[in-house]
């Protein structure tokens, strides 16, 4: 009686860090995954501080121009097109970008670039710590 109590209480215990461990995760930036219409090639990362936004494209294999293009990532409402980018063949490229006054007390942010030659377009949420 007394081990069916502690294995009970275990296994409570484990679903509800379990639990939590899914919500802290869905709270994370998550990797870029290639969805339909986006180039699975393009690796990048980005990140917003201090109201800057952040992007690290790595390696590219193809000579390619992107456009680089912000909204609030709940609302799915408005595009703000930052600037572009261009790659030669082969690089890696960073850049910095003034997060748009508008989305400044934005929490989620949905940063995307897409390319300019095939209309493909990679996006990444990401959290505004400044909110």
Not at 25 to 39: I, K, V, W
Request: aromatic share 8%; charged share 20%.
């Amino acid at each position: 009686m007394k081990h069916t109590r502690t294995i009970r209480r275990i296994a409570i215990m484990v679903m509800c860090l379990t639990f939590v461990a899914s919500i802290v995760a869905a709270a994370l930036p998550q990797p870029a995954q290639a969805a339909p219409g986006s180039d699975s090639k393009l690796s990048f990362n980005t990140w917003i501080s201090n109201g800057k936004v952040y992007i690290d494209i790595s390696k590219y294999n193809n000579k390619a121009k992107f456009q680089v293009k912000l909204r609030d990532a709940e609302t799915a409402n408005k595009w703000y097109k930052m600037g572009t980018i261009k790659l030669a063949k082969n690089t890696a490229q960073s850049s910095v970008y003034k997060l748009p006054k508008q989305l400044a007390k934005t929490f989620y942010i949905q940063v995307c670039l897409k390319n300019l030659t095939s209309d493909k377009l990679n996006c990444k949420t990401v959290v505004n710590p400044g909110t």
